[in-house]
């Protein structure tokens, strides 16, 4: 019997219409009720390591819009937080690590303290799992996530943030064996990490490589598609019925390869991808998700909905699951996300 949850139906190949519906940091700053929850928590990994906040922040869009999915409230830097490696989030800043250049700051990570560190996070998923929604539009599913070894190094590479990440790539190419040395620490580490979030309750997981769009070619086989397979390899291996979505921003014409090649059941587009030849790319019916422009979104009003609906009839008839290229951005009208939510519903 398949699955009755929609959004578990669409990333295990069957076309699902309406599309099933969730959105990139669909719980955030845009929510007014989100901001409640943040004035409680003395920053903001005390918020994502809280399970009562963090559970709560998780269930707060699907309250508001009852989405098809719930994805867990965290943050991809919780791995090398948990690993050791120091990690501030600023004001009008972002995330602040102490830089990782060299191999003493490689062999300074503990991945024998991974677990015991994310347990509140894991906690966080066993609450929003029992407290989601079986029944009713197919059902609530509840997807886990961690970003990809390659954009988490990027940050612990940098120190933070880059527009172009030359610190990493420098590394990448001037070190190679110290840079794989890192992405397999990652790569273990997610794996670990996820299959955790499964056994806590999550029915699909997500891996983001936001900045898997900087790499060369060759670069993006090696960083992006190597420990991407191994991720998904292993995790098939210990849960071979729960899905993974793969989101390699900005790989462009390199995303059927990138299907191909990891294993991925699902590949989030970012908004530059055409959806028509991301399908073309595809050698079999690789779930798609995406792919609207937040900033589109922000817009509301006909652009929203042409742009939406243009997004719904290229993907009619293939497994699909409507989202973002990126995630909502915190300027976002709610009542915005309420149009399109029903947008999508209506198809």
Known sequence: ??????????????????????????????????????????????????????????????????????????????????LGQGLAFREGEGPVLPPLRDASGVAALDPSRLLDRVAPILETVRQVRQTLPEEGLGGTALIGFAGSPFTVACYMVEGGGSRDFAATRSMAFGSPALFAQLLDILADATVSYLSAQIDAGAEAVMLFDSWAGVLSPGQFRTHVVRTTRRIVGELGRR?????????????????????????????????????????????????????????????????????????????????????????????????????????????
């Not at 595809?282 to 798609?288: E, G, I, N, P, T």
Request: aromatic share 8%; with cysteine.
């Open 1 to 82: 019997m398949d699955n009755p949850k929609h959004l578990l139906r669409a990333l295990t190949g069957i076309s699902v219409w309406p599309p099933p519906i969730w959105l990139m940091r669909q719980a955030g700053r845009y929510l007014p009720e989100y901001r409640a929850v943040r004035a409680k928590a003395k920053d903001f990994i005390a918020l994502c390591t809280t399970p009562e906040l963090a559970t709560e922040v998780t269930l707060q869009p699907i309250r508001r819009y009852r989405l098809d999915a719930a994805i867990l409230f965290s943050d991809i830097l919780m791995v090398p937080w948990a």
């Open 239 to 347: 849960h071979p019925a729960v899905p993974v979505i793969g989101f390699p921003r900005l790989a462009g014409l390199l995303v059927g390869e990138y299907a191909r090649a990891t294993g991925v059941h699902a590949v989030g587009l970012d908004t530059g991808t055409d959806l028509v030849l991301a399908k073309s790319l595809m050698q079999s019916r690789v779930a798609l998700q995406g792919n609207l422009d937040p900033i589109a979104l922000l817009a509301g009003g006909s652009a929203m909905r042409i742009e939406a609906t243009s997004i719904l009839e290229a993907m009619r008839g293939w497994p699909f699951v409507f989202n973002l290229g990126h995630g909502i951005v915190p300027q976002t009208p709610p009542a915005y996300v309420a149009e399109l939510v029903e947008l999508v519903r209506a198809a």
